[in-house]
């Protein structure tokens, strides 16, 4: 009798922990569709546009994008030392990224992991190589394609503490080695290549505002304890353009044939429009983008440094020797664009400029920056919405408009835009509403980035930034990019509602749906 009685009364508890689950899976759904819904309601009828996956060309890549330090480690709330926990993660993530459709993952190789000393001592670090390995196996086996970034700012500390990291020419054979080792052990399989991260903007946050390590700068970009903001991200860039140019032959000497692979960069591109209608606002913007992704490009397509910087800059702005000139002379396959956002552009040579708005970047008008104030606000009001990034608006145009750019000055090379994302202003604690604006913001860009595709612009790719939420540098993890949310506690990977429009967008090539028909 009391066998019978357990047994009816674990029966009793199965079928209501069956419903419980039933209601959970139910709610879920309402309220993905409710935020759906909410999405809709709050869109203008000028603001509604579908975007489908036909709207891109047949083999275009959808990816997202990570970067080792960012996400390999867990996060202690003041380095990345632990972050997600992909390194012990990495298969549920690889899961997560095949169950959303996504046809490539870009991600990147973390030099200390792989080679934690100098090149003079020789020494690989198997483990390492075996974890990169496995990404890359299990990439493939289920169809995604692995988009590689060598550099992602991280670097072994003995490389500063001996010679100053990328203030010495002494950096650029270290980076050749790491990156040689990277080609010996996975290009094989890897067929794209991205040698380093946004060297301008690294440049700028290293070695002109000090915001990162080793945090080097002078008035007024800040108040570190050494530095010269004004020359030093000269230094460091050039010494980054050779370090690229010297992998790239070694690439395609050695290692291209191996999978018929391509190879490029990846930089920060903003977009920038003029302050006003007048015409040194105007050429204030042109140099803006000269000074900015131009910096990086142009000696990578053409051998040399933009004309708008050499024509202002003296002997600070280093100079390329021919044999220097002919080795970076086409030495990228394909342009990665990192964009963001947009900004007003405002004339420091002829009119004088004073910072009078809470977005305008310290030291904008001088000449490291093209004697050019950028600001977010025009008469006290925004270029477009505020996100988590005081630099960073809600400006689709600006996906047209900087690919536009690249177009028209580098003949239509091959492009990816290889980050675009949207951060949460604050916290995410209203979690329906970010989504929206997530969902609102991937929405908008696709759809200015398919006009420009539509136009001709040559682009082959899109990755979100960032898979997961991460952590962000300086910011650390205050600042929500992911499409997934981590669980401070557990780890867990927890989607958020864009989630469920990616995969719909991709596997159904539906219209991604933001208006109620």
């Known amino acids: 009798m009391e066998k019978h009685v357990s047994a009816v009364a674990e029966r009793g508890r199965s079928q209501k922990q069956k419903r419980m689950e039933n209601i959970k899976i139910t709610w879920v759904f309402v309220s993905h569709c409710l935020i759906l819904l909410l999405s809709a309601a709050i869109l203008s009828a000028e603001e509604q546009v579908d975007i489908r996956r036909s709207d891109f060309p047949h083999g275009f890549f959808f990816g997202a994008s990570t970067s080792a330090y960012q996400v390999c480690n867990i996060a202690d709330g003041t380095s990345g030392d632990i972050a997600n926990d992909h390194y012990h993660r990495y298969m549920e993530d690889i899961e997560i990224i095949h169950s959303l459709g996504l046809t490539a993952y870009r991600f990147s190789i973390s030099w200390s992991r792989v080679l934690p000393s100098m090149r003079e001592t020789w020494w690989v670090n198997q483990a390492g190589i075996n974890f990169y390995n496995s990404i890359i196996d299990n990439l493939l086996l289920r169809g995604i394609q692995p988009f590689v970034t060598i550099f992602h700012n991280d670097y072994p500390q003995e490389l500063e503490d001996r010679f100053g990291g990328w203030l010495s020419s002494l950096m650029q054979e270290e980076f050749v080695h790491f990156a040689e080792t990277c080609f010996k052990h996975f290009a094989d399989r890897v067929k794209y290549w991205m040698t380093i991260n946004e060297p301008n903007l690294l440049a700028e946050v290293t070695y002109e505002r000090g915001l990162f390590p080793p945090a080097r700068c002078s008035p007024p970009f800040g108040h570190c304890a050494s530095g010269n903001s004004d020359v030093e991200p000269l230094i460091a860039v050039h010494n980054m353009l050779l370090a690229h140019g010297k992998a790239v032959k070694l690439y395609r000497e050695q290692y291209k044939s191996k999978v018929n692979g391509v190879i490029g960069i990846t930089v920060c591109a903003y977009m920038y429009t003029a302050l006003t209608d007048f015409k040194d606002d105007k050429e204030a913007a042109n140099r803006a983008l000269a000074f900015n992704a131009a910096w990086m490009l142009d000696p990578l397509v053409f051998g040399d440094y933009p004309p708008e910087m050499k024509r202002y800059h003296g002997s600070e702005l280093p100079s390329f020797s021919s044999e220097e000139r002919e080795l970076l002379r086409d030495s990228i396959d394909f342009m990665g664009i990192n964009h963001y956002g947009t900004l007003y552009a405002k004339d420091c040579i002829h009119s004088h400029c004073i910072c009078n708005d809470s977005v305008y970047t310290l030291g904008s008008d001088r000449l490291i920056r093209g004697f050019v104030y950028t600001t977010g606000e025009r008469n006290g009001f925004p270029i477009g919405e505020p996100t988590g990034m005081s630099q960073f608006f809600v400006v689709?145009?600006?996906?047209?408009?900087?690919?536009?750019?690249?177009?028209?000055?580098?003949?239509?090379?091959?492009?990816?835009?290889?980050?675009?994302?949207?951060?949460?202003?604050?916290?995410?604690?209203?979690?329906?509403?970010?989504?929206?604006?997530?969902?609102?913001?991937?929405?908008?860009?696709?759809?200015?980035?398919?006009?420009?595709?539509?136009?001709?612009?040559?682009?082959?790719?899109?990755?979100?930034?960032?898979?997961?939420?991460?952590?962000?540098?300086?910011?650390?993890?205050?600042?929500?990019?992911?499409?997934?949310?981590?669980?401070?506690?557990?780890?867990?990977?927890?989607?958020?509602?864009?989630?469920?429009?990616?995969?719909?967008?991709?596997?159904?090539?539906?219209?991604?749906?933001?208006?109620?028909?």
């Open 396 to 517: 689709p145009r600006g996906m047209e408009g900087i690919v536009n750019y690249m177009k028209e000055r580098y003949h239509n090379k091959p492009m990816f835009v290889t980050e675009n994302g949207y951060s949460s202003p604050g916290n995410e604690d209203d979690i329906y509403q970010h989504d929206v604006k997530r969902i609102h913001y991937h929405q908008l860009y696709l759809a200015s980035l398919a006009q420009a595709v539509r136009n001709g612009a040559d682009v082959r790719g899109y990755f979100i930034w960032s898979l997961m939420d991460n952590f962000e540098w300086s910011s650390g993890y205050a600042l929500k990019f992911g499409i997934y949310r981590i669980d401070p506690q557990t780890l867990n990977r927890i989607p958020k509602t864009v989630c469920y429009l990616v995969q719909r967008f991709l596997e159904q090539f539906q219209p991604w749906c933001c208006r109620i028909v």
